[in-house]
């Protein structure tokens, strides 16, 4: 079975300051990883992926994740954050084979304090 | 382009009452969802479709309904609302069998049951 842990439901962070956002998942098979933001009374919104290959991942917004499969996580990175990232964050898993569902973690919401 | 659009944008139901929520995507997606999100919870499926004529049950299906009668179209029904179904309900769409393809979400719809 997939499961999702998004450590810390909220997480403030000073504007310039590096973004940490923590996500570790449960899987027998590496599964393909994503990370969504979702925006206030918005649908959520693809940040990146990681399905094979380069396990370090750059996505929109200057995001970048990197799948560990030795700790089976798949932390969110940023190296200097801004006001327009406060949102709330999504981390994903999809197994590789079936229908590929998403499973998701229970997200964490990130406050930018200028 | 549209991508995935979801109506109506909100939505009050007394307990007992009936509606139907609509889910269009303009992509040519085999591939539709309906989550709910609530609090602290992050986004559970509801039901799924892999293709037009075909639904599937996901993680809470209990109390809802699908249908997929055409391909662009998938519909959420509750036949008798109960206040545990107020939440945010969203809709995707996937291109197709490829899990390593992301879902593309609507902006949701907030339904509450009083």
């Known amino acids: 079975a997939q499961s999702v842990t998004q450590l810390g439901s909220h997480v403030s962070v000073s504007e310039g300051a590096l973004v940490l956002l923590r996500c570790n998942y449960s899987?027998?098979?590496?599964?393909?990883l994503f990370w969504y933001v979702q925006y206030p009374n918005q649908g959520l919104q693809l940040l990146l992926k990681?399905?094979?290959?380069?396990?370090l991942v750059k996505g929109i917004n200057g995001f970048e994740a990197e799948f560990k499969k030795s700790e089976t996580s798949f932390h969110l990175t940023k190296p200097s954050a801004h006001m327009s990232d406060a949102a709330e964050y999504f981390c994903?898993?999809?197994?590789?084979?079936?229908?590929?569902?998403?499973?998701f973690g229970t997200g964490t919401r990130l406050t930018v304090i200028p | 382009n549209a991508g995935v659009t979801q109506t109506p944008k909100f939505r009050v139901l007394k307990t007992g009452q009936s509606m139907t929520l609509l889910c269009a995507q303009d992509?040519?997606?085999?591939?539709m969802y309906w989550y709910r999100q609530d609090p602290g919870m992050g986004l559970r499926l509801i039901h799924y479709?892999?293709?037009?004529?075909?639904?599937a049950k996901g993680e809470v299906p209990d109390g809802y309904n699908v249908s997929r009668l055409k391909k662009q179209n998938f519909l959420l029904g509750l036949e008798s609302a109960a206040p545990s179904q107020t939440s945010v309900y969203f809709c995707?769409?996937?291109?197709?069998?490829?899990?390593?393809?992301?879902?593309?979400f609507g902006d949701g719809t907030r339904l509450s049951i009083l």
């Open positions: 995707a769409s996937r291109i197709g069998f490829l899990g390593n393809q992301p879902q593309h």
């Open positions: 899987s027998s098979v590496p599964p393909y």
């Open positions: 990681y399905t094979t290959g380069a396990t």
């Open positions: 994903a898993v999809s197994p590789q084979t079936g229908a590929n569902n998403l499973f």
């Open positions: 992509m040519n997606h085999e591939y």
């Open positions: 479709s892999v293709g037009e004529g075909t639904t």
